[in-house]
DNA sequence: CCCAAATTAGCACGGTTGTGCTAGTTTGAT
DNA sequence: ATCAAACTAGCACAACCGTGCTAATTTGGG
């Protein structure tokens, strides 16, 4: 029984597609045939792996989150606490044109989520494990070494994250240089006072 | 020369029955049809009044824009400044299910906004606005009275509006008692922190 | 070599879309 | 009463959509 092609290899090619084509023209632009004709492939093809163009957006964001949470799990944890959790941060906010094109990606699935209802527990999935991960961060921050972060460590997690979400959002209407920089800088001013402010 | 129906009160309805679309079935389940329909109107009258699906859009988010300017700029200024600060931030963040539902909506309008490039001036300048607004804020709590608000000032206003914005998405995700709580007791100790630095 | 499975290709269906267009219908000022 | 403007209604077109379905083609294990 021959397997001509890498089945997980194409998913991600057809993926990759569907977020081009998001960035051109909008999620509203993604059917099968245009995100075919993006991978130049054949609509039949496409069906093959992803009969359906809801599980063609699912796969696209489930990758997406994958790629961004590998991204960071390969952060070198070399450096000052502060510097590795900036490190971290600084991948949750479109500072690159990278990031920028995910954050892209990810706010027009999100919008779509209303249309596409299984696209909202990948939402939810994502913004949860992001959460506590901020939480994370600012236990080690406060150089907590128990098993569930102290209540100041949740509630410094928590201003983390909004902050990194709310700059986000900003970042994605202005990024030139200077806004780039008050942005680190703000971030950097955050994560010295959480620090700061350890037992 | 006849005007049986009062044009603005008619955009307005269509606006409405838009955002009620959007809130049901997404933003691309928004078209000349469905709109005329949950308005109760024949297509012809919608096109009447709005030629395009565009225009519908750009109204749509236009009118939604200026009923949150305008019930902001109503707030009563009684109070200290750090009370009447909180309430108008209390208006960028997702506490009723009005402002809710306001934030639902402009999701997907700044999502479509990359295939409707006639929605990005209206969402850059809305964020614009609530970034100077933010900033006469902390000038304001800092009990400045020059015209032009100072580097700190503005300092604090951008950390203010993204520490808002945050906060505004994580509501969109969770919004049960507790966590409405927490956010404003957060937003209530960043207007405090501001308010303590004051010259 | 050969066959069955994997893959590619594409037709067809019913439905929806935006928009140009025309034709009625209402209405208030004259 | 009349007439032009404002409004309502709806047809028609070409383009797109998702998806069920069949048929051709490729391919590797036997």
């Known amino acids: 029984m021959p397997s001509r092609i890498n ?25 099968v045939r245009t995100v075919a004709d993006e991978a130049g492939l054949a609509v ?17 964001a489930e990758l997406m989150m994958e790629r961004a949470n590998e991204r960071i799990r390969n952060l070198p944890q ?12 600084k991948n949750l906010v ?15 699935l999100v919008a779509e989520a209303t249309a596409v209802p299984e696209l909202k527990a990948l939402r939810d999935s994502a913004h949860e494990q992001i959460a506590v991960a901020c939480i994370r961060l600012a236990a080690m921050l406060r150089e907590e070494h128990s098993e569930t972060p102290s209540e100041d460590a949740i509630r410094h997690g928590r201003r983390l994250h909004a902050l990194a979400d709310g700059l986000a959002l900003h970042l994605m209407h202005r990024a030139e240089s200077e806004d780039l920089e008050r942005a680190v800088e703000l971030l950097r001013e955050e994560i010295r006072s959480i620090a700061a402010g350890r037992a």
């Open 78 to 89: 070399q450096g000052s606490a502060e510097e590795y959790v900036l490190a971290v941060v």
């Open 94 to 108: 479109p500072f690159t044109e990278q990031t920028r094109a995910e954050m892209d990606v990810n706010i027009a």
């Open 44 to 60: 039949g093809s496409l069906r093959h792996v992803f009969p359906t163009r809801t599980e063609l957006l699912v796969f696209s």
């Open 7 to 31: 089945r997980e290899a194409r998913k991600a090619e057809l993926a990759e597609a569907a977020w081009r084509v998001i960035l051109r023209s909008g999620v509203s632009a993604v059917s």
